[in-house]
Each structure stands twice: as C-alpha cells, then as structure tokens.
C-alpha cells in the first residue's frame, strides 16, 4: 500500500556493526535497528490530511497489518527501518554524539503526486524502543508526550507554521517509566508511539558531528546529498559557492520560522542545535508551550526555568547562535568565510523583515507610528505588564470597537481595572491609526479579514492538550480527536467550539502541563 525508495540508507555510508547497543559510530550516517515488539497497539488517533498525502484510506489505516508497521510490531514491504546519529550543541554546549535515541526510520514514502510534482516523506516511529543512539534511556516514549506531539505537529501545520507532521498516535500497551519531576519518585505511565513524517529529519546536528571529528569527506557527502535532493535549484551552481548559498537558503528558512512562531505564541523550549530541521521546520516537540499572556520571558521548559536560554523572546538570538553553530560547521569544508558570513547575515535581515510583516498583519497596521510614538511597541509593552493573554488580544483587536472587549484578555480583574485607562489610551491611538490608513469601507472590511488571517482564535493551549492528556489516562481518547479538529481550523469562528478559545483556567495556571514542563517524556 506505500511504495518506498529509501534515499539517505542507499546513499549515504552505513554503520557495518548490525547490533543493537548503545556506542560511538563514526564514519556512517546510520544504523540499521529495528524496533522493540510492543505488547498490545491501539491506534488511537491518526491525521486525516497526512494518511491522505501518503494516499492511505481510512479502511488501510486501520488494518492490522498498519497499525503493527505504526506501533513497530511489523514491517510493510519495503520498509527498512534505522537510525541516524547527529552531534548538537545543547543549551549552548557542545554533547557530542547525540542521535535517534528513540526515533526509528521505516524508510521513505514515494506518495501520490501533488500537481504533477512528485511527493516524498520519511516516515519515523518516535517511542520505538532502543538505538545504539539511545546512550543509557529506553528508547521509549509516554502517551502524555506523545499526543503533544501529535496534536501540535498537526496545529502548527493547519495555522500555517512549517513543521514535521504526525500520521498517527499508537498505545503500546507496555508501560514506560518516568521521573517526571526529576525528585527520585518513578512511576508508571503508560507508553505510546507517534509516527511522524517530513521531506527529510535532517538536522543541523548532523552536519556538526562529523565537522567536530574531522571527517570532511563524510561531511561533504551528507551536504551534497541534501543539496541534491532537497535543494537541487543549487545543484548546478559552481562548488564553490555552492556550499554558501545553500547555506544562506537554510538562514533564510530559519528566519521565516521563527517569525511565525512569534507570530503565535509559540515557545519551542528545547532549542539545541540537534532540533534544528536543515528545511527550516518545527521538530521534535518536547517541553514546547504556548504563551498565554505575552511575556517574552516565558520558557515552558522546568530545565529552562533558570537560565532561560530558550524563553520567547530569546528565540530569534537562539536561531541565530545555531545558525552560527552550523556555519561553522560547513566551514571546515573549502568554502569562502565572507560568503559564509554574508549568508548568515541573511538570518537578520530577512528575521527583520519577516517580524515587521507578521506583526504589520496582526495588527492589521501598515505603519504604527503616531505622534505619541511607536504603537506596537507600546501594546507589547501594556500586553507584557498587565499579563494580557496574547491570542485573545490579537483576535478582538479585529474589530473591538469599545475598549471594554478587551476585559476578556486580562487574567488578573485587578490588573483590568488598573489599566483598563491606559489601554484606553492605546485603543484610541490605535483607532484613529486604523481609520486614517482605511478610509472606505472595503478597506475597513479587508483590514479584518488580514488580521483574522494572522490572529488564530484557536491554538493548542498547553491546559488543552493537558485536558485531552488527563481524559486519556482515564481511558478517554475521543478528546484527542476532538481536539485535533477543533486545531484543524485554527482562523474559523467554529461556533459552539468557543470553550476552546478560552484564556488558560485559574486551576492550570501553576499545574504540571499546563505552565511548565519537563523533558522527561
Ligand atoms: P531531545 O532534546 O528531547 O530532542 O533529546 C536529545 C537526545 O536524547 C536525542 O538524541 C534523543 O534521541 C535522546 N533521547 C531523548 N529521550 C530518549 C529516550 N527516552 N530514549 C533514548 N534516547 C532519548
Ligand atoms: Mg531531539
């Protein structure tokens, strides 16, 4: 039912070692491991718009022979399944070997074509049990993580934000043991496999490990081989400045991802330099969160909590450093430093241009400034001091026509009541601004079309996917399919969905979940 043609295993050098524990591998790109047999899967949920891109129906994802490929119990023919090793700079030091430590490769998809053009997603089991890249952990995954990522893979796509997408949530039926709390205290949970796709995983790490060894020729196929093959517009450029304008495409990518992230309150929490996509897409959902109220120094992440290198203001400055990061890993290749350094230049400069434009968007403004000053900068700043929860604000600035609209995005009545005058102010500044630059009608009429298309009324709160989480454990899983549909039209009204587009409850403002989270997942 997939036709596959797995382009990195036949490519790329291969470890020579088939067994299955934990080591160093140099001079490969992968290992061939198969997954750990799980006791009893259950698909519980699946991306109605992903099987469709592989061309599955609904009748072959739910045959046993689908449900045992997704939950790593068989194999499709054609499938071969591996692992990859990556290097990565973590919370800004250099780990060293990394890996798929608990992501195992079936192989790559040729799928329907799409317009003429042909389509091709690698498919990959998160939560399949051990690698030789899995260093001391289990390999393993736990359903709490495992319907975040399925659940925001697939909202991040439908608000418009690039990222890897999710087929399909699996139970094991085996259960998984996890400090949650990192506190001594271990428990049970249950476990769970997500099978994610995208064009290629291909991180920056993977270009940093064989630079950090000296292993240029290793590392000069693994950039000719994305060149070629995800990039081949470049292919015919001379080898000479080959190397830097790829380089300047994924800066480019990179710039534009982090843009949108700004644009919807997300917060990635795990920034290091092996959960950068080459493709300039969202990867690996671990401790992400969503802001609530617009506080940019807000981490999800509990191991974050102190420094907070990965906050949500700081992810521009992040994207950068890894960009650097990369850059000088490509740079022990013959390449010239001032292309490199022109092309990483290219982050800033499209960054800058890309957050004017989201932000020109969503606040519906094709210039904000007035004789008082800068209006934007002045409703970050009200935003971030009375704690007014971001996507609410955006949504209502649409077409508020009282300032009194705007109570609903407060989380704090006493923080409404005192700056319910200065917000005032704002509003009739932002006002008048908006009605000088759309005089008509039609104007007026389009200017809240934009900003609906900016400002999503839904996005996965971190207490949603918490609520959906909680119900599974309880034996519920519908919720997580409700949810995901709730996220599939993340700009629409959807009347009678409005509970979803509530401000996160007084109950999750401090709860595990729902404010902060940890990695152990
Ligand atoms: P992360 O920061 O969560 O993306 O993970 C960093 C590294 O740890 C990656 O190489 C992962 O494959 C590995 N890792 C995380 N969790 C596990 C696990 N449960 N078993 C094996 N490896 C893991
Ligand atoms: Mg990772």
Redesign the pocket.
Known sequence: MLKFDNRFLRTLPGDANPRNHARQVQGAFWSRVAPTSVAAPRLIAYSPEVAAALGLSDAQMHSSEMVNALSGNGMLPGMEPYATV?G?H?FGNWAGQ??????IFLGEVIAPRLGGVEQRYELQLK?AG??P???R?????VLRSSIREFLCSEAMHHLGVPTTRALSLVLTGDEVERDMFYDGNAAPEPGAIVCRTAPTFIRFGHFELPASRGEAALLKQLVDFTIANYFPHLAALPEAERVAAWFGEVCVSTAQLIAQWMRVGFVHG?M?T??MSILGLTI?Y?PYGWVDNFDPGWTPNTTDAGGKRYAFGRQPGVAQWNLARLGAALSTLDVSAEAMATALAKFESTYGTEIARVFSEKFGLYQWADAEGDLMDDAFMLMNDAEIDMTIFFRTLATASQVDEFAAAFYLPGQWTQSREKIAAWFARYTTLCTEQNPTPEQRAARIKRMNEANPKYVLRNYLAQQAIDAAHQGDTSKITELLDVMRYPYDEQPGREAFAQKRPDWARHKAGCSMLS?S?
């Open positions: 990556y990565g973590q990394l890996g798929d430590g608990r992501a939560g051990p690698t890249y899995s260093r952990a289990d390999g393993r995954a795990v290091n092996d959960n690996d671990g990695c997942s």
